[in-house]
Antibody, heavy 126, light 107 residues
Framework: EVQLVQSGAEVRQPGESLKISCNGSGYNFTDYWIGWVRQMPGKGLEWVGIIYPGDSDTRYSPSFEGQVTISVDKSISIAFLHWSSLKASDTAMYYC???????????????????WGQGTTVTVSS | DIQMTQSPSSLSASVGDRVTMSCRASQSIKKYLNWYQQKPGKAPKLLIYTTSNLHSAVPSRFSGSGSGTDFTLTISSLHPEDFATYYCQQSYNISYTFGLGTKVEIK
């Protein structure tokens, strides 16, 4: 079964660092982009960024560039989302998701996010 | 960033109703538009990718259409399990922005 399993809920104080994880299984982890999505309480979905585990190519939404770091350890099929100094406004649910792909004219076309993790709740409060 | 605008923000409908919702992009995204369904407390699920392609196991009552900047998600006959929030997402450029969602509520 293809699945993404995320690390558990976290509670931190402002200024602390945090790294949450997303463990892929049931497929070749290095062949698919992994994305991160934020959902603040009662709000919609926001694109954070994506990483290609095969070569660690990483792209960020302009809104999140410099605010978080996305990384991967392909040897253990885990992607990470890291904050060096949390703010109260980082309080949210964070999802990881895989970009699905299909072969089109001898190349891979990546479309929507076809497999999602269960989400990790991050609470930042003093 | 490409901005995605969904309308309406919410709608009320009854089981069996035909429901349509819209998504507009701030620039042409050709056909690179995806739709997701999210229920409270759950992760989103991919419904439709590249405007009109149903993801695996998605019922055929869901359909998508459009191109360029204007797109539509249609549910031909609303089922009880379809009450949820629906998000569109562009996959034209690498910053896969989402719309703010359309919440489908029970009338």
């Amino acid at each position: 079964e293809v699945q993404l399993v995320q690390s558990g809920a976290e509670v931190r104080q402002p200024g602390e660092s945090l790294k949450i994880s997303c463990n892929g299984s049931g497929y070749n982890f290095t062949d698919y982009w992994i994305g991160w999505v934020r959902q603040m309480p009662g709000k919609g979905l926001e694109w954070v960024g994506i990483i290609y585990p095969g070569d660690s190519d990483t792209r960020y939404s302009p809104s999140f560039e410099g605010q978080v770091t996305i990384s991967v350890d392909k040897s253990i099929s885990i992607a990470f989302l890291h904050w060096s100094s949390l703010k109260a406004s980082d309080t949210a649910m964070y999802y990881c998701a895989r970009l699905g792909r299909i072969a089109v004219a001898h190349t891979w076309y990546y479309y929507g996010m076809d497999v999602w993790g269960q989400g990790t709740t991050v609470t930042v409060s003093s | 960033d490409i901005q995605m605008t969904q309308s309406p923000s919410s709608l009320s409908a009854s089981v069996g109703d035909r429901v349509t919702m819209s998504c507009r992009a701030s620039q042409s995204i050709k056909k690179y538009l995806n739709w997701y369904q999210q229920k409270p407390g759950k992760a989103p699920k991919l419904l439709i990718y590249t405007t009109s392609n149903l993801h695996s196991a998605v019922p055929s009552r869901f359909s998508g259409s459009g191109s360029g900047t204007d797109f539509t998600l249609t549910i031909s006959s609303l089922h009880p399990e379809d009450f949820a929030t629906y998000y569109c997402q562009q996959s034209y450029n690498i910053s896969y922005t989402f719309g703010l969602g359309t919440k489908v509520e029970i009338k």
